[in-house]
C-alpha cells in the first residue's frame, strides 16, 4: 500500500494549486480519503476526508469553501483543489488511507508567500 501526493509549490497569496494523490496497492474506491496538513511549529490538521460515501465530505473550518477533495477512480487518484490561498495554508500536505495520519504517503510542500 502506497501513496504518493505531488502538485505542492510556490504560489501567492490569493492563488490555486491542485494537489493529487495516486494510490498504489489498494483501491481508493473502497476507502475513506484523508489530506493532512503540517506547518512548523503548528499542530498536524486534518484539512478534509471523502468517505466511502462522497456526497458529505469533511472540511476543516480554516478551508471550507476553499478547498475541493475529489476522487479520480479510473485513475486511482484523489485531488485537493485549493483555490483562495492564504499564508497560514503554508503546510507540508500528506494524504492517508482511511482519513489516518498513520497511513499517509510521502507529503508535498505548499508555500502560499508573495
Known amino acids: 500500500v502506497q501513496l504518493q501526493a505531488s502538485g505542492g509549490g510556490l504560489v501567492q497569496p490569493g492563488g490555486s494549486l491542485r494537489l493529487s494523490c495516486a494510490a498504489s496497492?489498494?483501491?481508493?474506491?473502497?476507502?475513506?480519503v484523508g489530506w493532512f496538513r503540517q506547518a512548523p511549529g503548528k499542530e498536524r490538521e486534518v484539512v478534509s476526508c471523502?468517505?466511502?460515501?462522497?456526497?458529505?465530505?469533511y472540511y476543516a473550518d480554516s478551508v471550507k469553501g476553499r478547498f475541493t477533495a475529489s476522487r479520480d477512480t479510473a485513475n486511482n487518484t484523489a485531488h485537493l483543489q485549493m483555490t483562495s490561498l492564504k499564508p497560514e495554508d503554508t503546510a507540508v500536505y500528506y494524504c492517508?488511507?482511511?482519513?489516518?495520519?498513520?497511513?499517509r504517503g510521502k507529503g508535498t510542500q505548499v508555500t502560499v508567500s508573495s
Open positions: 492517508a488511507k482511511d482519513c489516518n495520519y498513520a497511513l
Open positions: 496497492g489498494f483501491t481508493l474506491d473502497n476507502n475513506a
Open positions: 471523502i468517505n466511502i460515501n462522497p456526497n458529505r465530505p
